[in-house]
């Protein structure tokens, strides 16, 4: 009698493991299908633009200076070029 309990509880036990595993492992490969579609949706979205042209003429004097004119259409991208010109040159810009 007791063997037949303990069976019992065991093959009660076994059922409702196996019953709830498989909705939590639907539940599991369902919802990243959808969070990854979104996010490839997202990566579309947020290519960057190709960058703004800027056009630099460079020059260089008989003492080894450097002086350059930016000319360009997004004013911050020309800042952020005659920063990178300063840095590397050491030069001064001619307006």
């Known amino acids: 009698m007791k063997r037949i309990f303990i069976f019992c509880v065991w093959v009660a036990f076994l059922l409702i493991a196996c019953e709830r595993k498989p909705t939590s492992t ?23 633009p190709l960058p703004l042209e800027v056009k630099i003429k460079l020059r260089r004097d008989g003492k080894d200076n ?11 991208q ?18």
């Open 26 to 48: 639907q539940e599991k490969s369902e919802a990243p299908s959808v969070p990854k579609a979104m996010v490839e949706k997202e990566k579309a979205e947020r290519e960057e």
């Open 78 to 95: 020309i800042l952020k070029v005659n920063e990178k010109l300063k840095k590397q040159l050491g030069g001064e810009q001619t307006r």
């Open 66 to 76: 450097y002086s350059w004119e930016i000319s360009g259409s997004d004013v911050n």
